[in-house]
Nanobody, 122 residues
């Protein structure tokens, strides 16, 4: 089982990006999914999360600018980031709580994607 993130890049302040993160493997179910970010010299912080039912939660600094969504049929979570600010510059990581099969077992995994860099110039 793995998460593959994509969509980062270099944008000017006020610009937009769409981050994607797809899970693959022998997946039975994905519960909560989310996006974290880590800026240089700072701790990793939760940016947004979404439950399997679609309930969302955002850190105050991105409310009104970022939108998290998911496509359960594709095991994919998205983060639409609008009106970007230089302080949004960070490596963005996706996360998912996954149940998957491994031979005759069912395994619970807190999976992380590899990170995608978002750089916002002023």
């Amino acid at each position: 089982v793995q998460l593959q993130a994509s969509g980062g890049g270099l944008v000017q302040a006020g610009g937009s990006l769409r981050l994607s993160c797809a899970a693959s493997g022998n997946i039975l179910r994905i519960d909560d999914m989310g996006w974290y970010r880590q800026a240089p010299g700072k701790e990793r912080e939760l940016v947004a999360s979404i439950t399997s039912g679609g309930s969302t939660n955002y850190v105050d600094s991105v409310k009104g600018r970022f939108t998290i969504s998911r496509d359960n049929a594709k095991n994919t979570v998205y983060l639409q980031v609008n009106n970007l600010k230089p302080e949004d510059t960070a490596v963005y990581y996706c996360h998912a709580d996954i149940l998957y099969t491994h031979y005759d077992s069912i395994v619970a995994l807190k999976a992380w994607g590899q990170g995608t860099q978002v750089t916002v110039s002023s």
